[in-house]
């Protein structure tokens, strides 16, 4: 079983930065696609952002392209999601996930990812 563990959500004000970490409790981390997901109040969960197993490709909503970075350290078992020029639209749960099947590319479909952490609130005031 593998847990995933979020933090650094926090409230800012717009046009602020934060960063979230995700730390993987589990020595395989690196064989595995990671995401981002966020969830506002009465919305579906959307995809933000995913890195490949390896580190070398990323993908991202379009909404945060140019707005978020998402990378990992992969001795550290942690996935990172950078965001800067937050406004309040970014308001949202951000969970963590990682896809299923070790070795399988990152996609931006949340029904190929099977282990979620608990998820990080973010609120960015105007």
């Known amino acids: 079983q593998v847990q995933l563990v979020e933090s650094g959500g926090a409230l800012v004000q717009a046009g602020g930065s934060l960063t979230l970490s995700c730390t993987a409790s589990?020595?395989?981390?690196?064989?595995?696609?990671m995401g981002w997901f966020r969830q506002a109040p009465g919305k579906e969960r959307e995809f933000v952002a995913a890195?490949?197993?390896?580190?070398?490709?990323?993908y991202y909503a379009g909404n945060v392209r140019g707005r978020f970075t998402i990378s990992r350290d992969n001795a550290k078992n942690t996935v990172y999601l950078q965001m800067n020029s937050l406004t309040p639209e970014d308001t949202a749960v951000y969970y963590c996930?990682?896809?299923?099947?070790?070795?399988?590319?990152?996609?931006?479909?949340?029904?190929?990812?099977?282990?979620w952490g608990q998820g990080t609130q973010v609120t960015v005031s105007s």
């Open positions: 589990e020595h395989t981390f690196s064989s595995y696609a």
């Open positions: 996930a990682r896809k299923q099947g070790a070795l399988a590319i990152a996609t931006t479909v949340r029904q190929t990812y099977n282990s």
């Open positions: 890195i490949n197993w390896s580190g070398g490709n990323t």
